[in-house]
């Protein structure tokens, strides 16, 4: 019963460069979700999976920012061209959206970006 | 849009302390409300929730009462431990809207 798995956990990288994060959510959740946290806030929502599409990604904050998940399970956040702004943890949550769910998360333990 | 707006921190505490940690919300229709912990060193995780007006949400002695009338789903527990040190973030999420929406979370820190 493995939970949600993030990697990497750290990843330190210079201004310009490009950035893959990678979640593996629970076995058999149909709905991903990438949120992004900085110091002192809260879990700030980018974008929701159900399935292999992107039901909701009103949260990625520009054009540099991606994410896919071709096969239903495994999903990549992407980021092009990184910004000191970039630097935060990167969330990962999944969930089972049947009948009846309430929406409950289960998140993966992040992936912390550092733009220098 | 949602938004929740959490009681600002940090709040230190004495062990066998009383907490409460207000939370208030702003959504359309009926969401579904949670409280999620994050001890130090893990990932965010459900600590309680209430799906309807009027349930109360319950887990290791925190509990917390969906209030439609003040729109409020306040923490509560009655006695803190040094092991209740934590963030605590409160949550809303709306059936089938897919994303969920969080406060900016507060620190508790309990002392022996």
Not at chain 1, 31 to 55: C, D, K, M, N, V
Not at chain 2, 20 to 35: K, Q
Request: glycine share 12%; proline share 4%; hydrophobic share 30%.
């Amino acid at each position: 019963g493995a939970g949600v798995s993030q990697t990497p956990s750290n990843k330190v990288t210079e201004k310009g460069k490009y950035v893959e994060l990678r979640c593996d959510p629970i076995s058999g959740h149909t709905a991903l979700y990438w949120y992004r946290q900085s110091l002192g806030q809260g879990p700030e929502f980018l974008i929701y999976f159900q399935g292999t599409g992107a039901a909701d990604d009103s949260g990625l904050p520009n054009d540099r920012f991606f994410a896919v998940r071709p096969e239903g399970s495994v999903s990549t956040l992407k980021i092009q061209r990184t910004e000191r702004g970039d630097s935060a943890v990167y969330l990962c949550a999944s969930s089972s959206r049947d009948r009846g769910n309430t929406g409950e998360l289960f998140f993966g333990e992040g992936s912390r970006l550092t733009v220098l | 849009g949602n938004s929740v707006t959490q009681m600002e921190g940090p709040v230190t505490l004495s062990e066998e302390a009383f907490l409460t940690i207000n939370c208030t919300y702003t959504a359309t229709g009926y969401p579904s409300l949670f409280w999620y912990v994050q001890y130090p060193g893990e990932g965010l995780q459900l600590l309680l929730k209430a799906t309807k007006a009027d349930d109360k949400g319950s887990n290791k002695g925190f509990e917390a009462t969906y209030r439609k009338e003040t729109t409020s789903f306040h923490l509560e527990k009655g006695s803190v431990q040094v092991s209740d040190s934590a963030v605590y973030f409160c949550a809303l999420s709306r059936a089938g809207a897919g994303k969920s929406t969080f406060g900016d979370g507060t620190t508790l820190t309990v002392k022996p």
